[in-house]
């Protein structure tokens, strides 16, 4: 990997963990680098989840795809909220 491809993926895991954490109702207590971090993650599941259902590749914007690693970066997190807000 180039050093193009891992400046994007920071960049599309921080679009990604920033939608998530706008889906996430209420106030999330994790930082910018947890979401950055999560951001990435689901950025990447959500590839190989829309690749497995054949939906990664097509004609116009990959709208499912983008839905599927927003919905991903969702998930975590509200468990990695959840994690931080059970410890204090």
């Given at each position: 990997?180039?050093?193009?491809g ?20 209420g ?27 054949g ?5 116009g ?26 410890r204090?």
């Amino acid at each position: 990997m180039e050093i193009s491809g891992i400046i994007s993926a920071i960049v599309i895991g921080l679009i990604i963990g920033l939608l998530g954490r706008l889906v996430v109702p209420g106030r999330q207590h994790i930082g910018i680098l947890w979401t950055l971090v999560v951001g990435i993650v689901a950025a990447l599941l959500g590839s190989a989840v829309a690749a497995g259902f054949g939906v990664a590749d097509t004609k116009g914007p990959d709208w499912i795809e983008w839905f599927i690693q927003i919905g991903l970066a969702a998930l975590g997190i509200a468990a990695l909220d959840r994690r931080t807000r059970a410890r204090r």
